[in-house]
């Protein structure tokens, strides 16, 4: 997978994220007009809010990717993997310190809250300004540890114990969540153990697609045993895919959906990039870090009072791009002179 692959699949997960947020939950739902229904009555926006909902599993998934094939030049010392997380907290901090501002002067009942408050969420360790926020804690912990990771997943045994223990792991927070959430949503480990190890499997997922070259391993089978029809049959199955997501609340986990798009994706990527996805790719981390400020915290009436999905959706596309360029250009800034 190239790097230009990885920035389109990049902008399609923000994308969907956007359109997750919007229409994730019935009581959105119905402050919209919706005109198009899926069989049985279910609109379409919120049976298409669950495709959407694989977003944060492909970027994981790239994630383990771009981190593995970093690695594997850089090496897989720790240092190094603690250092690269120095422009995300830039970025980060960049995003968080206006859109604060900004809600002190909207919303002084909620922001900035105690001195607490602010130092927690500077941190990253709480995310009570935005609660889309939550994943930065399990990003931070998979960085740091993925040098021990991908150290394991180089050996036979190594690989197979790891990826056996991820698998476990998933099954076991899933569980456990459905049995005891309360626990789990008041108190903060238990809470950050619980996310890290519903995205190991697929932060390990795409680490070892890079190790193994699975998805240009698959382009290339897919060309060889069906030639021109690889991508059309590809297409299909996409599709298929995404209507059995839309149909069923839950038939396969959300992970082995995001895999098995990343792998479609590439088969069927066009051979001239998007100019539109790979700007989207570019601008994630402040399209990500934004755009719900514009969707639930402060500009929320203004974005659904457009009525429409089909008007919502871009509106929100557009705000969040507005404010993503300018965030981007001053975090980049700001790192370059940094690492200088």
């Given at each position: 997978m190239?790097?230009?692959?990885?920035?389109?699949?990049?902008?399609?997960?923000i994308l969907m994220m956007l359109f997750l947020h919007l229409f994730n939950t019935p009581e959105r739902v119905a402050s919209c007009i919706t005109l198009l229904h899926f069989p049985g009555g279910l609109p379409l926006v919120y049976a298409m809010s669950r495709v959407a909902a694989w977003c944060v599993y492909v970027y994981i998934f790239l994630s383990g990717y771009g981190l593995a094939a970093s690695a594997e030049k850089r090496g897989f010392g720790f240092s190094r993997a603690a250092l690269r997380l120095?422009?995300?907290?830039?970025?980060?901090?960049?995003?968080?310190?206006?859109?604060?501002?900004?809600?002190?002067?909207?919303?002084?009942?909620?922001y900035p809250g105690g001195?607490?408050?602010?130092?927690?969420?500077?941190?990253?360790?709480?995310?009570?300004?935005?609660?889309?926020?939550?994943?930065?804690?399990?990003y931070v912990v998979l960085s740091l540890v993925s040098p021990l990771l991908f150290r394991a997943l180089y050996a036979r045994r190594g690989c197979a114990v790891t990826s056996g223990m991820a698998v476990l792991l998933y099954l076991l927070s899933d569980v456990s969540y459905r049995l005891y959430a309360p626990w789990f949503d008041h108190c903060a480990l238990l809470s950050l153990a619980n996310e890290v190890a519903q995205l190991l499997l697929v932060f390990l997922?795409?680490?070892?697609?890079?190790?193994?070259?699975?998805?240009?391993?698959?382009?290339?089978?897919?060309?060889?045993?069906?030639?021109?029809?690889s991508r059309r049959l590809a297409g299909l199955a996409l599709l298929l895919l995404c209507v059995l997501r839309m149909s069923m609340g839950w038939v396969l986990p959300n992970p082995v959906f995001a895999c098995l798009f990343v792998l479609l994706w590439c088969v069927i990527a066009p051979r001239r990039p998007s100019a539109f996805l790979l700007a989207m790719g570019r601008q994630s981390t402040s399209l990500w870090l934004c755009h719900t400020f514009f969707a639930y915290y402060l500009f929320s009436p203004f974005v659904y009072s457009f009525r429409y999905p089909f008007l919502i959706y871009p509106m929100l596309v557009l705000l969040s791009w507005c404010a993503s360029v300018p965030l981007t250009r001053i975090s980049s800034a700001i790192s370059s002179r940094l690492t200088i």
């Open positions: 190239t790097r230009t692959d990885s920035l389109q699949l990049k902008g399609i997960a120095v422009p995300l907290y830039i970025h980060y901090w960049v995003v968080l310190l206006p859109f604060v501002a900004l809600g002190c002067l909207l919303k002084p009942q909620v001195v607490w408050d602010f130092c927690l969420n500077m941190v990253g360790w709480s995310c009570s300004y935005n609660h889309e926020w939550w994943f930065l804690r399990p997922c795409g680490a070892l697609s890079h190790i193994h070259h699975i998805p240009s391993r698959f382009r290339a089978f897919m060309h060889a045993r069906l030639g021109l029809r």
